[in-house]
């Protein structure tokens, strides 16, 4: 699986918009992109995927370049509830692995009143 | 709805003890996972499983032992606990389509003295 570098920490204003890029320069045709976030010290959580196409939930959306070497992850109006460690994975689908997740350091985004 | 299930939530052990993390999932998932995660750090892989029957060392299995007899219940058993141990453990469950999410229990935060 492709490595990932994202800034350790970040600031954002409650109800601006938050940005947190990440960037994969290795990253294979068939790799996709993966976004969870791990609030405190709970479990992490699902955010968002995507392989090339821009996508968007009712989370976030996800922004890939047209070479696929960087993203972003956007949260549209961040509430102080969004105060968590953002984990940027790229990982290929393996049928004998499933969705076997590679952690690194995340960004810790604090979203300040 | 459940999810991803996991007991004790914290758990003290002395040195040589053993013990085993119990872990169960609700939603007929045919993937398990089992992570540890030190303070500060991402998540590290254990052991997985693909279905009942079937496991497989991840990362950082040594200490570690699983079996998966049902789709539901994947324990983790440590044997002759050491401080290394001392993590929180984390575990995971995705269905058997592609790319689709990871599901995470809450944690089991265990300490070694």
């Known amino acids: 699986d492709a490595k990932t570098t994202q800034p350790p920490s970040m600031d954002c204003a409650e109800g601006r918009a938050a940005n947190l890029p990440c960037n994969h320069s290795t990253i294979s045709g068939n790799e996709y992109v993966y976004w969870y976030r791990q609030i405190h010290s709970q479990g992490p959580q699902y955010i968002i995927h995507g392989l090339k196409n821009n996508e968007t939930n009712e989370m976030a959306s996800l922004i890939i370049t047209e070479d696929r070497k960087s993203s972003t992850l956007i949260l549209p109006h961040a509430t102080l509830r969004d105060t968590a460690v953002y984990y940027c994975?790229?990982?290929?689908?393996?049928?004998?692995?499933?969705?076997?997740?590679?952690f690194g350091g995340g960004t810790r985004l604090m979203v300040k009143p | 709805n459940a999810g991803v299930t996991q007991t004790p939530k914290f758990r003290i052990l002395k040195i040589g003890q053993s013990m085993t993390l119990q872990c169960t999932q609700d939603m007929n998932h045919n993937y398990m996972y089992w992570y540890r995660q030190d303070p500060g750090m991402g998540l590290k892989l254990i052991y997985y499983?693909?279905?009942?029957?079937?496991?497989d060392k991840g990362e950082v299995p040594n200490g570690y032992n699983v079996s998966r007899s049902t789709t539901e219940d994947f324990p983790l058993r440590l044997e002759l606990a050491a401080p290394s141990q001392t993590s929180v453990y984390f575990c995971?469950?995705?269905?058997?389509?592609?790319?689709?999410?990871?599901?995470f229990g809450q944690g089991t935060r265990l300490t070694v003295v």
């Open positions: 499983s693909v279905g009942a029957g079937i496991t």
């Open positions: 994975i790229v990982r290929v689908w393996n049928n004998n692995a499933g969705n076997m997740l590679t």
């Open positions: 995971a469950s995705s269905s058997r389509r592609g790319h689709t999410e990871a599901f």
